[in-house]
């Protein structure tokens, strides 16, 4: 049984994934349908990359990602289906697949235009419905890709920033948000370890400053700010029972600074 694997910005509140999936089921009752979430913001492509991106890894081998974070449906901007070395994609040429591909490795993309594979009217607002599901289903059971549509020599492309070292300061950015207002930094343990080798460090993030690395949250004292690794495996500045987000009023992109407290005039 072949899984196909939703991600999209639809919500709970409508009744737009239960239909995408009607569609599937319609052509492929014999299929596993899982959802890694709908709650992205509406929207963002750049929060559904990453949580793709951080997710797909942990699915068998050969499950669909079907993802539907896509502001420019109805627009010239292309629809893909994608095989890499173990797992196919289908969605919308606009960075959200690509930082997934990458990692799996990128063997074959195609863009959708054979509407043998479509439902028989598709809206100029809806694709994940009329579009993205039913190339899903047809891919569960088995069409080859080269039967979707053309080759595509490239795919729009998102990237996650390097953090970056300049004299005796790490910089980094908040490239992620979780529903705990956890801020996820592009700054991995390794990086974090290299650049202290132990020593007192100064983690600047808007006005505060952080000297506190805790293994887990329940280690840290109640309405601390201290940093953990995440697991996401990045750098993640953390508030004890509470939300770092909301007190640090802080957002994706912010950047940060790490430093050793013998700098910290620096």
Same mark, same amino acid.
Request: aromatic fraction near 12%; avoid cysteine; charge should be positive.
């Given at each position: 049984m072949r899984t196909i694997a939703l991600l999209t910005d639809f919500g709970a509140k409508d009744n737009y994934v239960g239909v995408m999936k009607g569609v599937i089921l319609n052509i492929n009752h014999k299929v596993n349908l899982v959802d890694i979430t709908h709650e992205i913001s509406p929207q963002n492509v750049w929060e559904a990359g990453f949580l793709l991106y951080e997710s797909f890894k942990f699915f068998p081998k050969n499950t669909i990602f079907l993802v539907v974070v896509d502001p420019g449906v109805g627009s010239?901007? @292309? %629809?893909? %289906? =994608?095989?890499?070395? !173990?797992?196919y994609f289908v969605g919308p040429d606009n960075g959200v697949l690509s930082l997934a591909v990458k990692e799996d490795g990128l063997r074959k993309a195609v863009s959708l235009e054979n509407k043998k594979y479509f439902l028989r009217e598709v809206s100029s607002t809806f694709w994940g419905r009329d579009v993205f599901s039913p190339v899903s289903a047809y891919l569960s059971k088995g069409i080859s890709i080269d039967k979707l549509g053309r080759v595509c020599n490239k795919i729009k492309e998102l990237k996650i920033p390097s953090p970056? =070292?300049?004299?005796s300061i790490l910089s980094? @950015?908040? /490239?992620? /948000?979780?529903?705990?207002? !956890?801020l996820i930094t592009n700054i991995n343990l390794k990086d974090f370890k290299n650049f202290t080798k132990n020593k007192e460090f100064i983690f600047k993030i808007k006005s505060k400053n952080i000297t506190k690395f805790y293994p887990y949250y329940q280690k840290a004292k109640n309405d601390e700010l201290f940093l953990c690794e995440g697991s996401f495996g990045y750098l993640e500045v953390s508030l004890k029972n509470k939300s770092a987000s909301s007190f640090l009023k802080a957002k994706i992109k912010d950047k940060v600074k790490l430093l050793l407290k013998k700098y910290a005039r620096s």
């Open positions: 010239k901007r @292309r %629809a893909l %289906a =994608i095989k890499t070395k !173990n797992y970056q =070292i300049k004299g980094g @950015r908040v /490239i992620y /948000i979780d529903r705990f207002g !956890n």
